[in-house]
């Protein structure tokens, strides 16, 4: 199992290291979503989904499914 | 040789104050209207820029970037591939904000492309200082072959810098800023050689997306340059991924940011506003208090406009020269403009908090938090936005739908949102519960009245959930969800905005649905001052015989009053009503009010207006009763009143769930692209409505 930003918590942050380009969005990728950018979890909607996210300095929002499709690069936290 | 009519289009990311440059830019000079042949607002205004030049502005709907994902979005990209089309505009002028500045730019870059003069507006730069924030203007100019104009559009800094670089625009470079082809030169050096005299990146754009673009056939394009799906969307990401590349370069050296200096507002208000107990918690506080308000509020000018109206018609009855011109004006005219009018504050009020909601920031919020409720009913967050306006009305509503990326959300979405209790409805609400429901209160302080309107709002958002529910196990439709959501940041809201947009949608209203409702009032006096010659003619004669023939038991006072009443029954409305009073009849409803409901079905607001007319043309007094009291004096033939508790709660469940506007009709037709939606709304609803007001009746009588 792969880490993805579905599995960030609250205020951790990581680096987007690759994703299923069928199953992400374009307009997902316009906002800075891309490879090697850092992301940011802040908040998640209650139930689970969807969760809220600066990635590339924008605030977005996405659903669970979408966020399990792209891996990522946990900070180690100190 | 500077021209002396320049034509501009304002393009930029949503939530970068786009509109308000626009405003500023454009005062009250604005026109809105359509597209032709699809439902996007077009707005345009203009602008003065010196002694003999004039701009004319297009204000384009909000997009990140021209890879379009909605008919909005189109909008842009067709408009800018399109040298012949009329609009195409001589300088884009492509609003950013300075905290966004690094997304914003990639759609700055991709209009570079196009080669059209192109201007940057950097806007809200009076928070740079608190966000410590720092550009090198020179050199973004520079880098991105541009001139820059930094702006505040809540300060009102910049604007005249915009003008002035509008006016100056031949001055402007129209060479891109990059080279996007270098993502695969060979595949784009071969559509370079076919097709020599496009730009490259236009035929890309063809290629890429469904944009109607010159002459070129677009299948035999794509045939020979054909690549799979994912092969495509592959180089739209490596297409990206450069242009960050620019940008990320770009803005290294050219903007500077003390993340220590930024203050974080944004964070703070998310935590709360977000929260999974204390979010619920503000947003339905909000939604109490703005439904609160707006009844509150707005029953003082409503109930001024309604008296005064009243007042109005028989100072015009009694004053102007009797005859069939002034039956007209006080019976026709008068009431149909005071039933347009009525409604002025309520939809005012509603549009206010909308566009409070929206321009803070909220509403992304609101969504964020209602997505996965929302979606047990197989509708997406973003049907919050619509459903809330549908309270307003549903057809701007329906046209909100259009950013829900999932067809099958966005269908059920518009499928259900007529049930929402709109604008129109209300009138209808409210004169029947001040007639049925007593005046009283509840446990000391709630009124039982305020509670019927409540507990009617809650049955339409019920009714809306419901059969969202059934259509989302019924239809079966796959596609997958795209859902991205930005959240911007909270900004106090513009009052320059929020005004213009008030003034917009009321007057869209007035003169839209106003046009109808004036029409079907003067139509409707027409029908019930004439008749067939036979009975209505004859009247006079025909009552006096039969009061005569019944002296010992009628006073011959009633005269007058009869022969009204007898003219209206034999008028051409009588005739009609008449004829359709068995189908209505176990609903509770006379003919007066069948005529009232039929003519409801070009749209609900007419209701109150026709029973108006109707009343006011059987009505032979000289005093000018208000509707209400013309209701409560209506009589059944047994002499019960017409209004009682039964018909009111039937003719309440009947507006609640009919589908009685053909104008949503209309706009669902345009939205879905096909009869067949709104034909099943028609049916179904008005079917759902018949039952409900028929059980009603048959069990309360």
């Given at each position: 199992?792969?880490?993805?930003?579905?599995?960030?918590?609250?205020?951790?942050?990581?680096?987007?290291?690759?994703?299923?380009?069928?199953?992400?969005?374009?307009?997902?990728?316009?906002?800075?979503?891309?490879?090697?950018?850092?992301?940011?979890?802040?908040?998640?909607?209650?139930?689970?989904?969807?969760?809220?996210?600066?990635?590339?300095?924008?605030?977005?929002?996405?659903?669970?499914?979408?966020?399990?499709?792209?891996?990522?690069?946990?900070?180690?936290?100190? | 040789?500077?021209?002396?009519?320049?034509?501009?289009?304002?393009?930029?990311?949503?939530?970068?104050?786009?509109?308000?440059?626009?405003?500023?830019?454009?005062?009250?000079?604005?026109?809105?209207?359509?597209?032709?042949?699809?439902?996007?607002?077009?707005?345009?205004?203009?602008?003065?820029?010196?002694?003999?030049?004039?701009?004319?502005?297009?204000?384009?709907?909000?997009?990140?970037?021209?890879?379009?994902?909605?008919?909005?979005?189109?909008?842009?990209?067709?408009?800018?591939?399109?040298?012949?089309?009329?609009?195409?505009?001589?300088?884009?002028?492509?609003?950013?904000?300075?905290?966004?500045?690094?997304?914003?730019?990639?759609?700055?870059?991709?209009?570079?492309?196009?080669?059209?003069?192109?201007?940057?507006?950097?806007?809200?730069?009076?928070?740079?200082?608190?966000?410590?924030?720092?550009?090198?203007?020179?050199?973004?100019?520079?880098?991105?072959?541009?001139?820059?104009?930094?702006?505040?559009?809540?300060?009102?800094?910049?604007?005249?810098?915009?003008?002035?670089?509008?006016?100056?625009?031949?001055?402007?470079?129209?060479?891109?800023?990059?080279?996007?082809?270098?993502?695969?030169?060979?595949?784009?050096?071969?559509?370079?050689?076919?097709?020599?005299?496009?730009?490259?990146?236009?035929?890309?754009?063809?290629?890429?997306?469904?944009?109607?673009?010159?002459?070129?056939?677009?299948?035999?394009?794509?045939?020979?340059?054909?690549?799979?799906?994912?092969?495509?969307?592959?180089?739209?990401?490596?297409?990206?991924?450069?242009?960050?590349?620019?940008?990320?370069?770009?803005?290294?050296?050219?903007?500077?940011?003390?993340?220590?200096?930024?203050?974080?507002?944004?964070?703070?208000?998310?935590?709360?506003?977000?929260?999974?107990?204390?979010?619920?918690?503000?947003?339905?506080?909000?939604?109490?208090?703005?439904?609160?308000?707006?009844?509150?509020?707005?029953?003082?000018?409503?109930?001024?406009?309604?008296?005064?109206?009243?007042?109005?018609?028989?100072?015009?009855?009694?004053?102007?020269?009797?005859?069939?011109?002034?039956?007209?004006?006080?019976?026709?005219?008068?009431?149909?403009?005071?039933?347009?009018?009525?409604?002025?504050?309520?939809?005012?009020?509603?549009?206010?908090?909308?566009?409070?909601?929206?321009?803070?920031?909220?509403?992304?919020?609101?969504?964020?938090?209602?997505?996965?409720?929302?979606?047990?009913?197989?509708?997406?967050?973003?049907?919050?936005?619509?459903?809330?306006?549908g309270t307003a009305c549903a057809i701007p509503a329906i046209m909100g739908a259009r950013n829900i990326e999932n067809w099958k959300e966005r269908l059920i979405t518009i499928l259900v949102t007529p049930f929402i209790t709109c604008s129109?409805?209300?009138?209808?609400?409210?004169?029947?519960?001040?007639?049925?429901?007593?005046?009283?209160?509840?446990?000391?302080?709630?009124?039982?009245?305020?509670?019927?309107?409540?507990?009617?709002?809650?049955?339409?958002?019920?009714?809306?959930?419901?059969?969202?529910?059934?259509?989302?196990?019924?239809?079966?439709?796959?596609?997958?969800?795209?859902?991205?959501?930005?959240?911007?940041s909270y900004k106090i809201p513009l009052f320059k905005n929020v005004a213009i947009n008030i003034l917009e949608k009321t007057k869209s209203f007035v003169f839209g649905a106003g046009k109808i409702i004036l029409a079907i009032s003067i139509?409707?006096?027409?029908?019930?001052?004439?008749?067939?010659?036979?009975?209505?003619?004859?009247?006079?004669?025909?009552?006096?015989?039969?009061?005569?023939?019944?002296?010992?038991?009628?006073?011959?006072?009633?005269?007058?009053?009869?022969?009204?009443?007898?003219?209206?029954?034999?008028?051409?409305?009588?005739?009609?009503?008449?004829?359709?009073?068995?189908?209505?009849?176990?609903?509770?409803?006379?003919?007066?009010?069948?005529?009232?409901?039929?003519?409801s079905f070009a749209a609900r607001e007419v209701f109150v207006g026709t029973l108006a007319t109707i009343y006011s043309v059987g009505n032979n007094s000289d005093e000018e009763a208000t509707i209400k009291q013309q209701m409560k004096q209506?009589?059944?033939?047994?002499?019960?009143?017409?209004?009682?508790?039964?018909?009111?709660?039937?003719?309440?469940?009947?507006?609640?769930?009919?589908?009685?506007?053909?104008?949503?009709?209309?706009?669902?037709?345009?939205?879905?692209?096909?009869?067949?939606?709104?034909?099943?709304?028609?049916?179904?609803?008005?079917?759902?409505?018949?039952?409900?007001?028929?059980?009603?009746?048959?069990?309360?009588?």
């Amino acid at each position: 199992m792969q880490t993805t930003i579905a599995d960030l918590k609250i205020g951790q942050k990581g680096t987007i290291t690759e994703f299923n380009i069928d199953e992400i969005p374009l307009k997902l990728l316009e906002m800075g979503c891309l490879p090697g950018n850092s992301v940011e979890l802040i908040q998640i909607a209650p139930f689970g989904c969807p969760l809220y996210f600066v990635v590339n300095d924008s605030h977005v929002a996405i659903r669970l499914e979408t966020a399990k499709e792209i891996t990522v690069v946990i900070e180690s936290t100190n | 040789m500077a021209k002396e009519h320049i034509k501009v289009a304002l393009i930029g990311n949503p939530n970068t104050g786009k509109t308000s440059v626009f405003n500023h830019l454009t005062g009250l000079h604005q026109q809105v209207g359509n597209y032709p042949g699809i439902t996007v607002e077009k707005k345009i205004g203009s602008c003065k820029l010196s002694e003999n030049t004039k701009a004319t502005i297009l204000d384009l709907p909000g997009t990140y970037s021209l890879n379009a994902s909605s008919i909005d979005e189109n909008v842009v990209i067709e408009l800018l591939m399109n040298k012949k089309d009329e609009n195409f505009p001589d300088v884009v002028v492509v609003v950013t904000e300075v905290e966004n500045l690094k997304r914003n730019l990639l759609l700055f870059t991709q209009i570079k492309d196009l080669e059209i003069p192109t201007i940057l507006v950097i806007n809200m730069s009076d928070r740079m200082k608190l966000k410590g924030i720092e550009l090198d203007v020179p050199f973004l100019e520079n880098q991105l072959k541009t001139k820059i104009a930094l702006v505040s559009s809540r300060k009102n800094i910049g604007i005249e810098k915009i003008k002035e670089l509008i006016l100056n625009y031949e001055s402007l470079s129209t060479e891109p800023c990059l080279n996007a082809s270098s993502i695969d030169p060979e595949y784009f050096d071969k559509l370079r050689k076919a097709f020599p005299n496009q730009l490259v990146y236009k035929l890309w754009l063809v290629i890429t997306q469904d944009v109607n673009f010159l002459n070129l056939d677009r299948n035999e394009m794509k045939s020979s340059f054909t690549k799979s799906h994912a092969d495509l969307r592959r180089l739209q990401q490596k297409e990206t991924i450069k242009r960050y590349q620019f940008i990320n370069d770009t803005l290294k050296v050219g903007q500077k940011i003390d993340h220590s200096k930024a203050s974080d507002i944004r964070a703070k208000l998310d935590r709360v506003l977000t929260h999974r107990i204390f979010g619920y918690f503000i947003f339905f506080f909000i939604l109490f208090g703005i439904f609160q308000s707006i009844f509150v509020w707005s029953s003082y000018p409503m109930d001024l406009i309604d008296s005064s109206f009243a007042n109005l018609a028989s100072y015009a009855k009694t004053h102007l020269p009797a005859g069939e011109f002034t039956n007209l004006i006080s019976e026709g005219i008068i009431p149909g403009i005071g039933g347009i009018l009525i409604f002025i504050p309520q939809i005012a009020f509603l549009f206010l908090f909308i566009s409070v909601l929206e321009e803070s920031g909220y509403m992304s919020r609101v969504v964020f938090l209602m997505d996965k409720i929302m979606r047990r009913y197989g509708l997406s967050g973003k049907s919050v936005v619509p459903l809330i306006s549908g309270t307003a009305c549903a057809i701007p509503a329906i046209m909100g739908a259009r950013n829900i990326e999932n067809w099958k959300e966005r269908l059920i979405t518009i499928l259900v949102t007529p049930f929402i209790t709109c604008s129109a409805r209300l009138p209808v609400y409210a004169i029947l519960i001040a007639l049925i429901i007593p005046q009283k209160k509840v446990l000391g302080f709630i009124s039982l009245q305020g509670l019927t309107l409540m507990v009617l709002y809650l049955l339409g958002f019920g009714m809306a959930f419901f059969s969202a529910f059934i259509l989302n196990k019924i239809l079966k439709i796959s596609s997958k969800s795209y859902f991205v959501v930005e959240m911007p940041s909270y900004k106090i809201p513009l009052f320059k905005n929020v005004a213009i947009n008030i003034l917009e949608k009321t007057k869209s209203f007035v003169f839209g649905a106003g046009k109808i409702i004036l029409a079907i009032s003067i139509i409707l006096w027409f029908l019930g001052s004439h008749g067939p010659d036979k009975d209505f003619g004859n009247a006079q004669k025909i009552v006096e015989h039969e009061v005569y023939s019944n002296s010992y038991r009628i006073n011959p006072s009633v005269i007058p009053n009869r022969v009204a009443e007898y003219k209206l029954e034999h008028s051409y409305i009588g005739i009609i009503g008449k004829s359709i009073e068995p189908a209505i009849k176990p609903l509770g409803y006379d003919w007066k009010i069948g005529i009232a409901v039929v003519s409801s079905f070009a749209a609900r607001e007419v209701f109150v207006g026709t029973l108006a007319t109707i009343y006011s043309v059987g009505n032979n007094s000289d005093e000018e009763a208000t509707i209400k009291q013309q209701m409560k004096q209506e009589m059944r033939e047994d002499g019960k009143p017409v209004f009682n508790f039964a018909t009111g709660i039937s003719l309440l469940l009947f507006y609640a769930f009919a589908m009685q506007c053909v104008s949503t009709l209309a706009i669902v037709k345009k939205e879905t692209n096909s009869w067949k939606w709104p034909i099943i709304q028609l049916v179904f609803m008005s079917g759902f409505a018949y039952l409900t007001a028929l059980l009603a009746y048959q069990l309360l009588k």
